[in-house]
């Protein structure tokens, strides 16, 4: 009869968590490429639809230029592959989650869920905001500032490294209830200090906006007045969160 050592299980667990890893990796990439494969014949549509604020912000006659000879063709292609991660982002997390479920209490995997979906809805709208309101401010703006005799046209690469950056930080920023749930779950801080800190939460708000914004004081009000709100709707949903979680049981444990 073979006998086992504890280092040998240890070792065998190790080596099942590290197939599970890559198959999830495999399938998360898998459905990334899928859906960037899908989008490249609509890639052109796709940077037209994006360059839409700008384009209806600029004089008659105003357009988009490519200063560098393949900008025609890498511009609209990594904008396919930054709408492919945005879309896949849902399949994405689902397969993170599949991997780390297994290990988390039942408690912590029916709380997991609600903060998921959030996430992902807050980061959408995050971008939507964006794209519906900010831009077309922003460009507003820049258009009414650019001095007499100064055409404005914009190169297709320098246009779409601007609006990526937009949307990541709407989208990371609108986040920010999602992230004060998780840091009172952890026991880091409390309902109670966040309320205290509410003074300096607005200001680190403030110097945030103006750091990943644009120089301009609409696009920094547009992006702190937003998270001031969703700092205060942290805090109710830590309330909630804290109010309503129950003792944890070692038994509860998923196997």
């Known amino acids: ?18 197939i599970e890893l890559r198959s999830r990796l495999l399938r998360a990439v898998a459905g990334l490429v899928l859906v960037f494969v899908a989008l490249l014949p609509f890639a052109n549509e796709l940077y037209a639809w994006l360059a839409q604020p700008l384009l209806e ?3 008659k006659g105003g357009q988009l230029i490519a200063v560098e000879v393949a ?22 997390l689902y397969q993170l989650w599949a991997f780390v479920a297994p290990g988390l209490y039942k408690r912590e995997r029916r709380l997991a869920w609600p903060l998921l979906g959030s996430a992902l809805v807050l ?3 995050g971008c939507a905001f964006a794209y519906f309101i900010v831009l077309p401010a922003v460009f507003t703006f820049l258009n ?21 950056v937009i949307f990541l930080a709407f989208g990371v920023s609108f986040e920010l ?8 779950l952890l026991g880091w ?10 003074g300096y939460a607005v200001v680190a708000i403030f110097v945030l906006a103006a750091v990943i914004t644009p120089p301009d ?39």
């Open 177 to 184: 209830p999602v992230a004060l749930v998780i840091l009172v």
């Open 144 to 164: 009414k500032v650019t001095p007499a005799g100064v055409a404005m046209m914009t190169d297709i690469n320098a246009y779409l490294d601007f609006v990526l």
């Open 71 to 92: 900008s025609p063709f890498f511009a609209p292609l990594k904008l396919a592959f930054f709408v492919g991660v945005v879309v896949t982002m849902p399949w994405l």
């Open 57 to 59: 912000k600029l004089p």
């Open 123 to 125: 980061f959408y709208s």
């Open 217 to 255: 004081v609409i696009s920094q009000l547009l992006l702190a007045l937003p998270m001031i709100a969703l700092y205060e709707a942290g805090i109710l949903a830590s309330r909630l969160v804290t109010r309503s979680r129950p003792a944890v049981d070692s038994s509860d444990r998923a196997s």
């Open 189 to 198: 801080v409390t309902t109670a200090q966040l309320r205290e800190w509410r």
């Open 1 to 18: 009869m073979t006998i086992r050592s504890a280092d040998d299980d240890s070792g065998s667990r190790l080596f099942d968590h590290l």
